[in-house]
T-cell receptor, first 114, second 113 residues
Framework: DTEVTQTPKHLVMGMTNKKSLKCEQH?????MYWYKQKAKKPPELMFV???????INESVPSRFSPECPNSSLLNLHLHALQPEDSALYLC?????????????FGPGTRLTVT | GQSLEQPSEVTAVEGAIVQINCTYQ??????LSWYQQHDGGAPTFLSY????GLEETGRFSSFLSRSDSYGYLLLQELQMKDSASYFC??????????????FGPGTRLSVLP
């Protein structure tokens, strides 16, 4: 199984809502990532979990809160978002420190903040 | 800071060969990756160069020159399905085991019949 799954595929939320994005992989990978991608732009790294511990937070606003319940699951909790947070949110995974360069991406959640 | 440059668009015909360049200026360097992304799809890994030279994977090859801070992706025998965006990506350092990862702006490849 070389698949990373993400739910939901689409999400529309108001600025006062709380929602969560979910990501799952069953490849035994020990690093998982959240990216944000705006239209016609490259993915931008938000968070990295390594062995279920947060290892990188790229100065992301606190309205985004990641969580890694176990080695297969990654969540991104959203609260009080702004319209400019509308984007495609991609989850990825990779083997541990030796192969961070080869990441497997999920199909993404397209988020619209109204 | 980190800076990567790629051509914004490249057009070629089926069966041709195309080269997509990537230059980088980073605080450190720990390898260059290439990813393909079709419209509406997820990025998929193509290749990785940690050392100088050419890496070949089927119709795709990738080259790196660390002294020139330069790499390229070479696509041979182009097919219509190769129409996509191509991103180079850099691991700027080995800090945190190189988990920080920066993508270039992307090159939109259009393959014409």
């Amino acid at each position: 199984d070389t698949e990373v799954t993400q739910t939901p595929k689409h999400l529309v939320m108001g600025m006062t809502n709380k929602k969560s994005l979910k990501c799952e992989q069953h490849m035994g990978h020990r690093a998982m990532y959240w990216y944000k991608q705006k239209a016609k732009k490259p993915p931008e790294l938000m968070f990295v979990y390594s062995y279920e511990k947060l290892s990188i937070n790229e100065s992301v606003p606190s309205r985004f809160s990641p969580e890694c319940p176990n080695s297969s699951l990654l969540n991104l909790h959203l609260h009080a978002l702004q319209p400019e947070d509308s984007a495609l949110y991609l989850c990825a995974s990779s083997h541990d420190r030796g192969r961070f360069y080869e990441q497997y991406f999920g199909p993404g959640t397209r988020l619209t903040v109204t | 800071g980190q800076s990567l440059e790629q051509p914004s668009e490249v057009t070629a015909v089926e069966g041709a060969i195309v080269q997509i360049n990537c230059t980088y200026q980073t605080s450190g360097f720990y390898g260059l990756s290439w990813y393909q992304q079709h419209d509406g799809g997820a990025p998929t890994f193509l290749s990785y160069n940690a050392l100088d030279g050419l890496e070949e994977t089927g119709r795709f090859s990738s080259f790196l020159s660390r002294s020139d801070s330069y790499g390229y992706l070479l696509l041979q025998e182009l097919q219509m399905k190769d129409s996509a965006s191509y991103f180079c990506a850099v691991r700027p350092s080995a800090d945190n085991y190189g988990q920080n990862f920066v993508f270039g702006p992307g090159t939109r490849l259009s393959v014409l019949p």
